[in-house]
């Protein structure tokens, strides 16, 4: 069975300090890995993806995400906060396993102090 | 034009309105999806259309009634709502058997309120 867990519901920075967004994934096959971000009364945006190539992806916006498939963990980073990174993230797991199925984390809110 | 377009986007009816939310995108994909988001939730699945022909419905009541024009169109029929079906409904995109490759592309939803 595939699953995603986001490790914390809630992190909150100041401003110019590094953000970490947790992520661990269970999966039977080796699966894709998004993050989307997602800003109040918005759609999602696509950050980053992980899909069997290199493991450290680089996104949008100064994001990176390190995929660690012994720790099945696929952490979001960002070395600066900015205010406008403010929101709601989260991390997908689709399985490469044909189908529509795919897997939502609960999110995590980000809080930017000035 | 890579974007996926949601009409209207604040909708408030009644519970005996019939209203439609609408979606449109012109990235030449085949597989489109409507999702529903409760607050401080992630988006549950709702539907999901590949090549223009139903693949997915995720047992969603009948007040709630979607179709597929063309490859470019999405629609989200409604009828006799309940207050508790207010959320924001997306619409999404991809290609059908790409997804793990390139994700989805979202539209900025609809904000509908049942009153």
């Known amino acids: 069975a595939q699953s995603v867990t986001q490790l914390d519901s809630h992190v909150s920075v100041s401003e110019g300090t590094p953000v970490l967004l947790r992520c661990n994934y269970s999966?039977?096959?080796?699966?894709?890995l998004f993050w989307y971000v997602q800003h109040p009364n918005k759609g999602l945006q696509l950050l980053l993806k992980?899909?069997?190539?290199?493991?450290l992806v680089k996104g949008i916006n100064g994001f990176e995400a390190e995929f660690k498939k012994s720790e099945t963990s696929f952490h979001l980073t960002k070395p600066s906060a900015h205010m406008s990174d403010a929101a709601e993230y989260f991390c997908?797991?689709?399985?490469?396993?044909?189908?529509?199925?795919?897997?939502f984390g609960a999110g995590t809110r980000l809080f930017v102090k000035a | 034009d890579t974007e996926v377009t949601q009409t209207p986007k604040h909708l408030v009816m009644g519970m005996t309105n019939k209203k439609s939310l609408k979606c449109e995108q012109h990235?030449?994909?085949?597989?489109m999806y409507w999702y529903k988001q409760k607050a401080k939730k992630p988006p549950e699945l709702m539907f999901v259309?590949?090549?223009?022909?139903?693949?997915i419905n995720e047992s969603v009541p009948s007040r709630f009634s979607p179709e597929c024009p063309n490859s470019s169109l999405l629609n989200l029929h409604l009828h006799a709502l309940q207050p508790e079906d207010s959320a924001l409904y997306l619409c999404?995109?991809?290609?059908?058997?790409?997804?793990?490759?390139?994700?989805?592309?979202f539209g900025s939803g609809t904000r509908l309120t049942v009153v």
């Open positions: 999404a995109s991809s290609q059908p058997y790409d997804r793990a490759l390139y994700g989805y592309t």
């Open positions: 999966s039977s096959y080796s699966p894709s």
């Open positions: 992980y899909t069997s190539a290199a493991t």
């Open positions: 997908v797991v689709i399985p490469n396993t044909g189908g529509f199925k795919t897997i």
């Open positions: 990235m030449g994909h085949r597989a």
């Open positions: 259309y590949s090549y223009e022909k139903l693949s």
